[in-house]
Each structure stands twice: as structure tokens, then as C-alpha cells.
């Protein structure tokens, strides 16, 4: 199958790429640009392991064609530290023990980085809501509910950085 | 036990047992820095995809690889016939059966492994798959186990049609796998003949399955020259798999590396060798390349893995006030079409016989029959000890029953037929030895919490009224750490599991064992053990296992063994390091040692408590000639514990729901679990596997199930079918414990992630079933689905406008 080449931001790196037009997002970010980060659970959208933020809004890159990317900006869970420091919903994670396995970790991460844009002063019930296209079978939720409720405090606390 | 302000501060420093330390394993985790099998990218690596069955039963006519390997990209195509000259396209079971690598002539359920394709990268192996073509006759399927061993029903396996057994007893018919039973069948039913009353329900665990967030796969890479096979794989038992390699390849087991990596993920799916493994590595060693192979989402929950499937009959006799006097408990095991089923040896029905539960019942009798359908083979334990679920599922809904039939109070007939606390080690009927409890005081202070008699009051007052509100109670007794070895053995490997500890001259220590974590925190817990034992910081002592190279070997992680197995063997391995520490310490401070007495980090003279040696100084000591003479160097420890017993977690669960009486939707108000797990060794950590646990008990009891057509045909095998709770849908947990000790285990503790899934589930079925016992509901078979829940609802007529 003929290749394209395609070129966008990947955590504020510019990078270029030849796919096939059938190439999934996920597959190119993990297997050509090796940023392994990001996860495949389900292949149907579902569990949200893979999620990335391409241009400003969260999507499950499995069912995304690496090719709606061309132009565009994406953010993985490599992408969140900014200068060396942890993006505080890292820290938060650890520090409330929203994780156990990690598998779902950084497509959580970088849905709730995404939803504290949209919503920087959430409620428990709109985080629940906000964070429900993302699965995870290890923790029960209420410490990833925890950890982006200490997290919102804290980038509210330091100006909505 | 640190007694002063300053070896107080000394003990906190050292983050050991007690402490709800952060995590060690998770900076990598929150920066993508994981290493799980699908990020391993080996030079050449081919990737494998496999052609799957679309009929549960059928003859195979021809298999036809021409215009697969025409297709650009892809490099091989191996069927059964392909595997045959190595003997490799059978395969045994852990369950005392052999099961299909490749389909040999015929499959025995939908989406059964019939050949794989081997190709550059992952899309032309899929467009492989879709060009091989298979000509199949299709057969009869065997949907319903009820129907299995009918006269003249199809017959699923006949390569072992003549086989009187298949490693577990006498077959009956050409379907049945085995019949197991225990306890006393003459005097059970002899007291059954006599009791002034008896309850019986049949009562199903339907089949389900573990999904975690990572499916299965491996990556398998042959070193032609040096003879040398690694595969990286998604393995709980990483060394029982080198073993099995070993024994299938005739590969030297020296010449096996397994790694487990990270792992996204167990839950019982990821105990078992799958055909994709075995494949993987037969490619890899005939084309001496790495070949890599994931499982989808939809392969995950259509083939490997499931567990459940128990179609259980429940049976209690009891005098008048409500005290059991005997249990009768039959279930038909439909174990799918090749027994793989994972279980100790000598217990084809796992720990099934753990039914008696908490209570002090003096005569039993238990019995399963197995048999195959045409569906996925298994099964695994999903969240538990084998079998635990399905056993602990039936005593605390019959108990309910009994309750219900005799107008009791279901806290109170648990009350009344509880283990006493002083009655510990208690043996139950049938033969099992519960080390520690005290289920009374732990059911007090649920009821206490909750106000259950305020919550009753409502109860009535909404009956009145005619709203649905149920109140669910679960006192559960869990069955974990296998396992004893004189009883316990895995191909004829004993249960046992290991530690390794080194110490480094400047204090820190590395400790590896034969567990393998997924996700339970290992690297922090058992390095908490160790730093209590040790006196060092749990922060330098560095955990490792899963590579078969690294670690000594063990049973790995299921059945929540890795703290009373693993856990135990870090504290005894501890306890050997300390030992030659304290004869250091004695030769350094020039006393005997027993003049010296241990405190918190270090080795003191007792009266003199100035004269010292932390465990720091004897770790360098250690390395040099300033040991006692003819002392080898060094301060390394190793164990290989066989633990002496089970151990036995136990809890307290109360659940409240209300349904909606017209849409039959169940919302759970409030969920309080108290769990006894003896000592605590991270409070936090213990927490979160209790959250998880409760959260997948919540999914088994209200929507999860595989579902199967009458054709065999699997209609729940994607994430849009089968149910995993978001956060919305999932309740909000409020957790208590209390303290019991496990009196065999050095540190007296039990394992805890298996009790909320074994505990939690019958308490969802006792909440749903209570908001109906009024109107004479006795039982509703999960899923509580809204759909099945509003079935009962219509049934009864109370879905009626006034």
C-alpha cells in the first residue's frame, strides 16, 4: 500500500512520518515514534487506554487514522512534564495511589490534563462524568477521582497553570 | 516494637510494615515509562495473527494458504499439520487434558486458534488472516452443560472419545471430565432425612470473565547459535511457564529466559499457557526470529480465560432457630471444550470445598461434575483462590434463604451460626483448617456503622409504601496462599514460593522472589516486610522478579499468595540475614549474643544501650575480614517457604440498594467493607486492591456475563457487550478492618485483593434479592442487569401504575 508522509507536533516536537492512509494514530505513535506511553486495550474505543489529546481535545487514538493528524498537535503522557518537573496530576496520581497496574494510567492522565482544561474547578460527580470514557480495572476509580480533585486544587492554587 | 520518642522517629524512617508509603513502582508508571510486552520491538521482529473459528463445532475440510502468502508483508502461514513434526500442535493442560495448539481436523468452539499468520508488521498479518481460507463442516453444538452428557448428545472430543479418564477419576460418558466430591455423603444425608428443616436452591455463577486492561500476548525470540529462547510474556507464574516451555520445546530449562516485564493487569486471565504463546515460540524457533503476538480485545474475552460457569444446586438443613446443621452443595461445571482449567492437582474443583464458609457446620458434602461444551476452554480463577467465588456465592445466598424461610433476621442466623472466636484453628467439615477469626465482632461493627436497625426501619417503612430497598449482609470466609506442599502441587511442583536477599556493603539491599506482580505493589510492600525486619529504609531495598534469570523460582502471583507465600518467604530470608547479622554485631561489640538485643535498625547490648551496631555498619563489616572467624562474607539470606497452612481473610460486608420499581435499575446507595487480612502491611495499598476488588465484585454481580446463542456462537466478546463499570456507574466504597492475626504466618499476615471480589459479590445478589424477600423472592441469578432485575419486577406486578 502506497505511503503518505505525514508531519505533526508530538509533545512539542515536530515529527515526520511515512504511513499507510490505513495506519491507526496509536500504532504510529508507539511503534514508529516509540513513545510506548500510551496503551491499546479494547481497538473499539471503549477503554480509552489509548487516549491522546490531538489538537486540544482528547481522542482514543486506536480509532483514530494517523493521517487526521497531519498538521496537528499531539500530547501524550511523555509530553506532560513540563521543564523536568511532573505535570501535578503525576504527582497527584502517586500521591493519592490512583494507579496500581498503570495500564490505564496514561490514558487517564492525559483525559484528566484535558478535562481540568475544560472544567479547572470540577465537582466529584462532573469528574466521574468527565473521566468516564476512560476504563480501569484495578483501582475502583475513587483514588483517580481523588488524584484529579487534589490535582485541581493545586493548578487552581497556582494560577490554572 | 519501638518504645522511645527517638527509636520511634528511627522505625518511622525506615517505612517499613504499617506504613502508607508511596508506591516504588510508580514513577515509571505516571511517565508512560512502563515496559509491558507490546512495547518490546525486538530487530526482525515478525508479528503473528491468528485465523479463528466462526463455528463452535465443525469438521475442518482444507485449509488454503495460497492467497494468504501472496499477500505483501506476510512470510508464513502454520497450521496443525505444520506443527506436527515438532509434536507440538497438542498441548497439556494444566487440568490433566491435552487442548488443540492449532485445530487438528475439527473445532470445538467459536473463535478456536486454526492457524496463525506470520508477517512484517501487524496489518499485513491481518490481511493475512482474511485471505486464508478454511472449508469447514459444521456440527451440532453443545451449548447448555445440562445437555452435555444426554445419550447420543454430539460428542466434542473425539480425539479422547475412548479415554476412560483424563487425569481426574472414572468418565461416565464421552462429554464428562470428572466428578470430584468431599465430605460425608451417608451422614449429610442422613441428617437431611431427620432436619426439622431444609431450603434448596439452584443458584448459577455465570460465566465470566477477568478483562484486564491488558490482554495476552508474548513476544518469543530463538537464539539459533546459542540455543537460547526468551520470551517476554504476560505471565502471573512466569517460572511453572519456563517449566512448561521446557517440557514441550525439549529446550534446556537453563537455555529459557521467561521475563513478565510489567504487567497491565491479572486477575486470573494471565495464570494459563495459551495456543498464541505456544505458536509464537514454535515460530520463533523454527524461523529463528522474534515473532510477536497480542491478543485483541475481542480474542481476549472470546478464548482465554474464563472463569465461573458453575451451576450449582444449594442445600442446608437446620433446626428451628436457624442453626445449619448439615450442607449439601452440588455444582455442574461447564468447563468448555478442552479441560485447561488452572487448579492445583490434587483439587480438579479447586478450593470449591471452602462452601462451609464462616460457620461452624457439623456435617458436609460437596460435589462437582465437569463436563465439555462447545465453548472457550478454561477456567481460570477470576479474582480468588479457584473455585473460591462460586463456593462462597452459595453459603452466603443460602444462608439468606434459610434466614428468609424461617423469618430470621440475616444478621442475626449469621450470629447464630458463626465460628467463635475461641473456637480457632477450627476444622471445618470438610477438612479445611481456618488458622484465625473473629467473625462476630467484625459483623458488630458493620451493623454498628451503618445503624442496620435504622436502616431496617426504613426498609419497612418503603415496603410499605411500596418501594423496592434491599439490604445485603455477606460474612465471608476466604481460602488463600496456596499452598501447603504436601497437598499443593502444579505439574508436581509444589507451592512453595522464594526469596533471595542481598545486602550491600553500604546498607542497601536487593531482595528477589518468584512472584510477579500486576499491579498488587510489590516493590513496595514486600521492601516494607524486609525493612521491618531488617532495619534498613524501604527506599534502598530494590524488589525484583518476573525474569526467570534473576529470580529463584516460585509459584508466582494468583490466589492472593504473594503476601502469604512471598511475603513470608521475604520475612524468614530477613530473619536468616539478621541471624548472621547479630553474630557480627556480637563479634564487633565483643559480647555473646545473647547479650544483645535488637532495636528498631540496629543490635544493642541490653543494659547498654550506647553500645551499638546498626544493621548499616554490620552490612559493611559484612564485606570485610571483621567477622567472627571461619564466617563466610557476605549478608545474603534465601528461602524456599512452604507455608504450614492456607490462610484464611475474612470480612464483613453490608450493601444497601434501591431499585427502581419500574425500570428495575439498581442504584447502590451505600457499600461499607470491613476486611480482615491480619497484619497490615501498607494500609493505602490495601485500601486501593479493596476499592478494585469491590469494583470488579460490582461487575460480576450487575451487568458481566459471556453470553453464548444456542448455535455457540459468543455475543458479549467486546467492551460494548460485556460490562466493565466506569466511574460513573461504580459505587463509592467505604472500607473499615479489623486485626486477627494469622497465626502460621511470620508476619501474620493474609493477603486481602481476592476478599472484596469473593466477599463482595454475594453481598450485591443479598442487597437485590432482599429488596424482593417480602414478596417471597428467594433468588435471582446474576447479572442484576436493569433488564433482568425488571423481569422479577413484571413478574410480581409491581411494575403496575396505581
Not at chain 2, 454430539?154 to 471430565?177: F, L, S
Not at chain 2, 479489623?738 to 453481598?763: D, F, L, M, N, Q
Amino acid at each position: 500500500m502506497a505511503k503518505k508522509p505525514i508531519s505533526f507536533m508530538l509533545n512539542g516536537r515536530k515529527v515526520e512520518t511515512l504511513v499507510e492512509p490505513r495506519e491507526l494514530l496509536i500504532h504510529v505513535i508507539r511503534e514508529q515514534l516509540n513513545q510506548t506511553g500510551s496503551h491499546i486495550g479494547c481497538e473499539t474505543s471503549h477503554c480509552g487506554a489509548c487516549t491522546v489529546d490531538l489538537n486540544g481535545r482528547s481522542v482514543k487514538s486506536c480509532t483514530v487514522l494517523a493521517v487526521q493528524a497531519e498538521g496537528g498537535t499531539v500530547l501524550t503522557v511523555e509530553g506532560l512534564p513540563k521543564n523536568g518537573t511532573l505535570h501535578p496530576l503525576q504527582e497527584a496520581f502517586t500521591q493519592e495511589h490512583g494507579l496500581q497496574c498503570g495500564y490505564c494510567t496514561p490514558g487517564m492522565l492525559v483525559r484528566a490534563y484535558r478535562f481540568l482544561q475544560e472544567n479547572p474547578n470540577p465537582t466529584e460527580e462532573q469528574i466521574r462524568f468527565g473521566m468516564s470514557g476512560n476504563l480501569c480495572r484495578c483501582t475502583g476509580y475513587m483514588n483517580i477521582v481523588k488524584a484529579v480533585q487534589s490535582a485541581a486544587k493545586k493548578m487552581q492554587a497556582a494560577g490554572g497553570k | 516494637m519501638a518504645t522511645t520518642a527517638e527509636a520511634v522517629e528511627r522505625e518511622q524512617k525506615l517505612q517499613g510494615v504499617g506504613c502508607s508509603r508511596r508506591r516504588k513502582e510508580d514513577a515509571r508508571f505516571i511517565q508512560g515509562k512502563g515496559t509491558y510486552v507490546d512495547d518490546i520491538k525486538l530487530p526482525g521482529m515478525l508479528f503473528g495473527s491468528i485465523v479463528r473459528s466462526p463455528y463452535a463445532h465443525a469438521r475442518i475440510k482444507s485449509i488454503n494458504k495460497a492467497k494468504a502468502l501472496a499477500v505483501p508483508g506476510v512470510v508464513a502461514v502454520l497450521t496443525a499439520d505444520d506443527l506436527k513434526p515438532v509434536n507440538l500442535h497438542w498441548m497439556p493442560t494444566l487440568g490433566g487434558d491435552v487442548q488443540a495448539v492449532l485445530a487438528d481436523k475439527k473445532v470445538c468452539f467459536q473463535m478456536q486458534e486454526v492457524a496463525m499468520v506470520l508477517a512484517t508488521d501487524r496489518y499485513a498479518a491481518a490481511d493475512g488472516v482474511a485471505q486464508v481460507e478454511v472449508e469447514y463442516d459444521e456440527l451440532p453444538a453443545i451449548v447448555d452443560p445440562h445437555k452435555s452428557m444426554a445419550p447420543g448428545a454430539p460428542v466434542i472430543r473425539e480425539d479422547i472419545a475412548d479415554k476412560k479418564e483424563v487425569g481426574h477419576g472414572p468418565r461416565t460418558h464421552p462429554n464428562h471430565i470428572f466428578t470430584w466430591e468431599a465430605g460425608d455423603k451417608a451422614g449429610t444425608d442422613a441428617v437431611f432425612a431427620n432436619a426439622p428443616v431444609t431450603v434448596r436452591e439452584e443458584i448459577l455463577n455465570p460465566r465470566v470473565h477477568p478483562c484486564p486492561m491488558e490482554t495476552c500476548g508474548c513476544v518469543a525470540s530463538f537464539d539459533k547459535v546459542a540455543g537460547q529462547l526468551t520470551v517476554y510474556l504476560t505471565s502471573q507464574a512466569p517460572h511453572l511457564v519456563r517449566t512448561v516451555v521446557a517440557m514441550l520445546s525439549g529446550i534446556p530449562e537453563s537455555k529459557i529466559r521467561l521475563v513478565g516485564g510489567d504487567i497491565g493487569g491479572g486477575f486470573g486471565n494471565k495464570v494459563p499457557v495459551y495456543p498464541g504463546y505456544v505458536v509464537a515460540i514454535v515460530a520463533s524457533i523454527v524461523t529463528g526470529v522474534p515473532i510477536k503476538w497480542i491478543e485483541s480485545r475481542i480474542e481476549n474475552l472470546s478464548t482465554t480465560g474464563f472463569a465461573r460457569d458453575y451451576h450449582g444446586i444449594g442445600e442446608l438443613a437446620a433446626d428451628k432457630d436457624g442453626r445449619i446443621q448439615a450442607l449439601r452443595f452440588t455444582a455442574l461445571a461447564d468447563h468448555g471444550a478442552f479441560n485447561s482449567h488452572v487448579s492445583a492437582t490434587k483439587f480438579p474443583a479447586g478450593l470449591f470445598s471452602i462452601c462451609t464458609g464462616s460457620y461452624a457446620i457439623p456435617k458436609a458434602y460437596c460435589r462437582v461434575d465437569a463436563v465439555y461444551t462447545n465453548k472457550a476452554p478454561g477456567g481460570v480463577a477470576y479474582r480468588c483462590s479457584l473455585r473460591v467465588t462460586e463456593a462462597v456465592y452459595l453459603i452466603e445466598r443460602m444462608i439468606d434463604i434459610l434466614a428468609q424461610k424461617l423469618n430470621i433476621d440475616k444478621a442475626e442466623i449469621r450470629r447464630r451460626n458463626f465460628v467463635k472466636a475461641e473456637q480457632f484453628p477450627y476444622t471445618t467439615a470438610l477438612g479445611w483448617t481456618l488458622d484465625s477469626g473473629n467473625y462476630r465482632a467484625a459483623l458488630d461493627k458493620v451493623l454498628k456503622a451503618v445503624n442496620y436497625e435504622a436502616l431496617r426501619k426504613e426498609q419497612a417503612e418503603k415496603r410499605a409504601r411500596g418501594e423496592l430497598m434491599g439490604i445485603g449482609i455477606s460474612t465471608f470466609t476466604e481460602i488463600v496462599g496456596a499452598g501447603p506442599n504436601k497437598a499443593c502441587d502444579i505439574l508436581g511442583i509444589s507451592l512453595f514460593d522464594s526469596c533471595d536477599i542481598r545486602v550491600n556493603p553500604t546498607g542497601s539491599a536487593i531482595a528477589r522472589l518468584g512472584t510477579m506482580s500486576q499491579g498488587q505493589g510489590h516493590a513496595t510492600t514486600y521492601a516494607q516486610i524486609i525493612a521491618t525486619e531488617l532495619g534498613l529504609s524501604s527506599d534502598e531495598i530494590q524488589i525484583e522478579e518476573g525474569d526467570t534469570d534473576k529470580a529463584p523460582y516460585g509459584a508466582g502471583t494468583w490466589g492472593s499468595r504473594s503476601t502469604p507465600v512471598g511475603g513470608a518467604a521475604a520475612a524468614v530470608a530477613a530473619r536468616k540475614v539478621k541471624a548472621k547479622a547479630q553474630k557480627i554485631a556480637a563479634h564487633l561489640l565483643e559480647v555473646a549474643e545473647g547479650d544483645l538485643e535488637w532495636d528498631v535498625d540496629r543490635f544493642k547490648v541490653k543494659g547498654n544501650p550506647s553500645q551499638a551496631k546498626t544493621m548499616k555498619e554490620i552490612a559493611m563489616a559484612a564485606h570485610t575480614s571483621n567477622i567472627p572467624d571461619g564466617m563466610e562474607k557476605g549478608l545474603d539470606g534465601s528461602e524456599y517457604y512452604d507455608p504450614p497452612n492456607m490462610t484464611y481473610p475474612f470480612g464483613a460486608y453490608l450493601c444497601v440498594v434501591d431499585i427502581d420499581r419500574f425500570t428495575g435499575e439498581t442504584k447502590v446507595r451505600r457499600f461499607y467493607a470491613l476486611d480482615d487480612c491480619g497484619t497490615r502491611i501498607n494500609p493505602m495499598i490495601i485500601e486501593g486492591q479493596i476499592h478494585g476488588g469491590l469494583t470488579e465484585a460490582y461487575a460480576v454481580a450487575m451487568g458481566q456475563q459471556l453470553v453464548f446463542d444456542s448455535g455457540g456462537n459468543i455475543l458479549s466478546n467486546s467492551l460494548m457487550d460485556y460490562f466493565v463499570p466506569t466511574a460513573v456507574e461504580t459505587p463509592k466504597w467505604e472500607t473499615d478492618y479489623t486485626v486477627t492475626p494469622s497465626p502460621h504466618h511470620p508476619i501474620g499476615a493474609k493477603g486481602v485483593a481476592e476478599s472484596p471480589h469473593v466477599g463482595g459479590i454475594p453481598c450485591f445478589s443479598n442487597a437485590v434479592v432482599d429488596a424482593f424477600a417480602h414478596l417471597g423472592v428467594t433468588h435471582m441469578d446474576m447479572p442484576h442487569s436493569a433488564f433482568n432485575v425488571w423481569k422479577t419486577i413484571h413478574k410480581l406486578g409491581l411494575d403496575k401504575h396505581a
